[in-house]
């Protein structure tokens, strides 16, 4: 009960200072003009602090927009890029939209890793936006990596910075195809193997996707060649150095390849004959 009294008389002291309080400010105000200028300025310096916070807020979430809708923009002439193959028939240029291809879809990245060594991405894509597992996940001079699982709005992706992605990729200069893969040391070493030993690798040459795979679209810039290695006398590694930096990376585009589940039963049909052919 005692305890309770002390509650209540501390309570009534303490509401007992802020009227006095209040009351002595009031009296500043009304009375002292040099007070009432300090007053008013106190109070125009928390307005104008509350306002600036606000404004970086509006800020920011503007930015946000201007960025998702860049992104939007930079998918879409990259998609009219890649349906225009350079190896397309003359006349058939003006028919391209009846032609399979890729539609990019921009994705903006919610959580990843890239100093560990199995890393992965979840994308704010998932489902209701048309993605499926086994599509791929680029930018405009990377390969990010491979959708593996999806939700209803997300979607979980095999980063290319892990020992189980590899990329069909050639050599600029050369055009000869190797396999390019994450070292695991860093977030910008990679190594395409598998080379002829004949090949004449220029240092600084540019890597590019080979277009080999359902995946990725072809010729998008990957690295640059920074050394090469001799393996067992019989072929070439040459040292990458990727042009993405995935640190910090924000926005990617996932992959769908319009022709894939023609050529995937394409290739499933003839190889299940071979096998039948075999035995």
């Known amino acids: 009960m005692q305890k309770r009294g002390n509650i209540l008389k501390t309570t009534a002291t303490a509401l007992l200072f802020i009227v006095l309080e209040a009351a002595a400010l009031l009296m500043i105000y009304r009375n002292d003009i040099i007070h009432r200028q300090w007053f008013m300025r106190g109070i125009m310096a928390v307005d104008a ?37 350079p190896t397309m028939p003359e006349d058939t240029v003006n028919k391209v939209g009846e032609r399979p291809g890729f539609t990019l879809i921009p ?33 405009n001079k990377a390969v990010i990596g491979i ?17 189980g992605i590899s990329i069909s990729a050639r050599l600029g200069h050369s ?24 090949t004449e690798i220029v240092k600084g ?20 060649v920074t050394g090469t290695t001799i393996v067992d006398g019989a072929s070439i590694n040459a040292d990458i150095r990727l042009l993405q930096e995935f640190r910090g990376l924000e926005y990617v585009e996932i ?13 499933e049909n003839n190889l299940g004959e071979e096998e039948a052919l075999r035995q």
Do not use: C
């Not at 600036?52 to 890029?81: H, P, T, V």
């Not at 919610?110 to 599509?135: C, R, S, W």
């Not at 999806?150 to 979980?156: F, N, R, T, W």
């Open 107 to 139: 994705a903006r990245i919610a959580k990843g890793t890239v100093n560990k060594q199995h890393n992965y991405f979840i994308l704010d894509k998932g489902k209701a936006d048309g993605i499926e597992p086994q599509m791929g996940v680029i930018t």
């Open 175 to 198: 055009g000869i195809v190797g396999t390019l893969q994450w070292t695991g040391k860093g977030s910008r070493h990679a190594v395409l193997r598998q080379i002829p030993l004949h």
């Open 255 to 267: 992959v769908r390849n319009e022709a894939k589940a023609e050529v995937d039963s394409l290739l």
């Open 147 to 163: 959708t593996e699982a999806v939700s209803e709005h997300y979607s979980y992706v095999i980063s290319f910075l892990s020992p």
């Open 205 to 224: 040459d540019t890597v590019y996707t080979s277009g080999f795979s359902n995946l990725y679209p072809p010729d998008i810039p990957l690295g640059t």
């Open 49 to 85: 602090s509350v306002l600036g916070g606000a404004g970086d807020i509006r800020n920011y979430f503007n930015l946000r927009k201007a960025n998702d809708s860049l992104a939007k923009e930079n998918s879409a002439l990259r998609e009219r890029l890649y349906s225009l193959a």
